[in-house]
């Protein structure tokens, strides 16, 4: 049964909806705080660029994030509001390198109609109070005292019904707003008014300005000396104060984010709808405003927000494409523009539609999405796990002419090579059972041998730079320093049992020396540290179980040290090292695979991460100092070991059975996404597996001098190259709204389906549509029929070798038959009424479940022999639909418009035809996210051994750029979750006091439900990143050890 889901996000929110810069970690230190909708990430201004400090998610979606500094301060504290009318304020601890709450509540209202243009949340300069504007006629403030705590909150009556900007002015001695506003014949005006604290209401403000442009829609508060506030208008600019007003005209165009530049607020950054760039400056003599200038800079991303940061850089954060750092030069390039993108981050936000598929025949999906909107829009491909980019394989082993090999002479070439490196004074050293051999690298002679005592064999090696470290039987550990031309045996220790793996890796100052050995053993099944040179025994770990340990590995990412061992089985432990004591703490256990692992590291873009070859390669790295896991998309592995030359700069060698391989590694994330940049914003997309293409329904905003008009097309896409190598363009006014691959009965072709709406300016919904049914031919679109309809075709499904569709508030079956001469046409057969708009409609064998614009879920079944179409259950809860999915035959997932989730349930086997007629509400869930699309499909390969392969997943795409996963879980391992999930609640608290059972409630207009039959599989896998001692603390509530929930939790994070 698909009824005990499982909800968890594999690609984090990327939509920067807000952000600030201030002094928040430290008086000296400047940050940029930027929200991604549901979580706040913290980065500091480094001297190479920007730092990431912190990433948190936020129990809530944020609606208002400010920095300011009550009086007595030394650095910022940080407001955060958000949708559901909870606020906090956040305060930095640097020991702790975490966020304290300062103060948390709630400023929700019984009464009152929430606004229409979004919650306003604006701090007043000095300090003296926090001001809301939440519901329409009500203005909220939150003052403070004079230590700068805050007091109880009050609301004050606002005459303006329809607010467009509410801002502090600067510079005033009572606490004063400048509100925007449009009164009910839609022209726009300012008013300012000051609060009255004391008598909790406002008082008329110094001045106000009428009928301004009616477009105006943005308040720029201006610091002192100066003061007043600019009006940002669709055609004009005005700066307005009490003493003056100055008016410039502007190239039409929306103003979507601005950004001071200096401090006393004579320059500003403004970026326009379609991601232009100007510099308003206001020229002034002394403190008199003389006029205000504007000039363009160039392009960037279409910017939501704005933050200038220090010496011409500026963080653009955009909703519609990727984020950037840019700097601004004083000097134009080639191309006229002032702007030099310093760096991009990746925000598929917002993904209209999306598909999976695996291109590279691997048993791996592949999602790939329709991102951005208007000339940021962009296909993006979304896949799980780190690419090798093989650059060659060398040594395959039956190629004669592959690769020339050389002869070293001071080699022993008789037996069996244990180990081989380059080492320090341009030697090599070699180990064999028998030797360790050091030779020149330039004459290739042997300079100097140390040989293994008479009936002892060397059976396990280590070597750095300058060491060697043996094992023979009988567990000798035997030293050896490497100088010029000669190898001196330093010192000789004998072990209670046999030795099973050994590493000297340097993790300390010296790159060349190790001042420590890490030792695996047989019998007792233990890891050692000693001390090197003198051998002394620093600290032993008893590891537990039958296993023994295969390799070990003494590293260092990020600045921490770690000893990794690795056992035969595929598990591996891990454990900070103290590098002077030798003591090991915080054990954690992994598993990695199933068969023995060996453990190597390397370093990619200057940082050092682990590879860990076996049947599932890994590589383990270090992200916010926690390490991650992230699987390489290669079948088994045997060993790896880095190859830096001139023709391979960086590259890794990688041993597999029979074969040896020299390739470059991806960027080390879990996630890879490549960019297909399109210049226009695709909506719908297909794969067809036949033609090897897609098809997409995009859309082009073309600027000419007077006016902006679109067009719209469906274009066809190579599925390797990703070139669009045919384009069928659709009348004017005529979008493309679904898109299918199908085919028909007793026709082998596989076609392209397109559906239609005539969107015309007069009209509320379209009354017009068409079908459009394509062919691939040699690489074109080829148009073999099109029938009209009488409204926009919302929906296309292949259903039973017939077309079923969803147009406006019908759903109709369309068979595909053949005409007089030959051709073919879509015929209507039958349909069904009822609904408001039918926007999403899935199938399953007979049955048609429909997700209606404001009517929720129903379920229609079509009759054969009567070859009618009839309803059999609906959800009576009025759910304004998103998105729609089957999960099996009886359950049914919906998302709608306030951000949840839920599921319906069909009552076959009910008593009576009421009950039967009723779609049952199983499950609840805020997300809080839009989802616009569900597809079945999996992000990982599905290997037939591990329990996460059974499960089946829905992944959904939603408009802040996640990728999740909804996986239906058997019912024994949903309540086990359940009941870690609830204890986990308890140690994790939300960032702000915000109530993780609050957030998950379902929440719409009508209702509040707690979540049900739904877990947070975020909260879930948030057990993995606590310290030992909270795990500890979870282990002893559930009463279940450590390891086993590990286990547990890490099976979910296989899911994605």
Partial sequence: MSVWNYVVTAHKPTNVTHSC????????????IIAKCTRIEIHLLAPHGLQPMLDVPIYGRIATLELFRPHGEAQDFLFVATERYKFCVLQWDAESSELITRAMGDVSDRIGRPTDNGQIGIIDPDCRLIGLHLYDGLFKVIPFDNKGQ?????NIRLEELQ???VKFLYGCSR???AVLYQDNKDARHVKTYEVALKDKDFVEGPWSQNNLDNGAGLLI????????VIIIGEETIVYCSGTSFKAIPIRPSITRAYGRVDADGSRYLLSDNTGLLHLLVITHERERVTGLRIEQLGETSVASTISYLDNAVVFVGSSYGD???????LQPDAKGSYVEVLERYV???PIVDFCVVDLERQGQGQVVTCSGAYKDGSLRIVRNGIGINEQTRILAMNMEDELEETEIEGFNSQTQTLLCQNVVYDQLVQVTAISVGLVSSTTRELLDQWNAPAGFSVNVAAANASQVLLATGGGHLVYLEIGNAKLVEVKHIQLEYEISCLDINPIGENPNYSSLAAVGMWTDISVRVFSLPSLELMTKENLGGEIIPRSVLLCNLEGVSYLLCALGDGHLFNFLLNTKTGELSDRKKVSLGTQPISLRTFSSKDATHVFAASDRPTVIYSSNKKLLYSNVNLKEVSHMCPFNSAAFPDSLAIAKEGELSIGTIDDIQKLHIRTIPLGEHARRICHQEQSRTFAICSLKNNQNSTEETETHFVRLLDDQSFDFISTYALDTYEYGCSIISCSFSDDNNVYYCVGTAYVLPEENEPTKGRILVFLVEDGKLQLIAEKETKGAVYSLNAFNGKLLAAINQKIQLYKWVHREDASRELQSECGHHGHILALYVQTRGDFIVVGDLMKSISLLIYKHEEGAIEERARDYSANWMTALEILDDDIYLGAENNFNLFTVRRNSDAATDEERGRLEVVGEYHLGEFVNRFRHGSLVMRLPDS????????????VNGVIGVVASLPHDQYLFLERLQSNLVKVIKGVGGLSHEQWRSFNNEKKTADARNFLDGDLIESFLDLSRSRMEEVSKAMGVPVEELCRRVEEMTRLH
């Fill in 21 to 32: 810069v201030g002094n928040f970690t430290g008086p000296q230190e400047l940050n940029l």
């Fill in 150 to 154: 805050l007091k109880e909150a009050f």
């Fill in 163 to 165: 607010v467009l900007d």
């Fill in 175 to 177: 606490p004063t707003i």
């Fill in 221 to 228: 508060p201006v610091p002192m000396p100066l003061g007043g």
């Fill in 323 to 329: 984020s950037q750092l840019i700097k601004l030069n």
């Fill in 347 to 349: 925000n598929l936000g």
């Fill in 947 to 958: 329990e996460a392969g059974r499960i089946p997943t829905v992944i959904f795409g939603t």
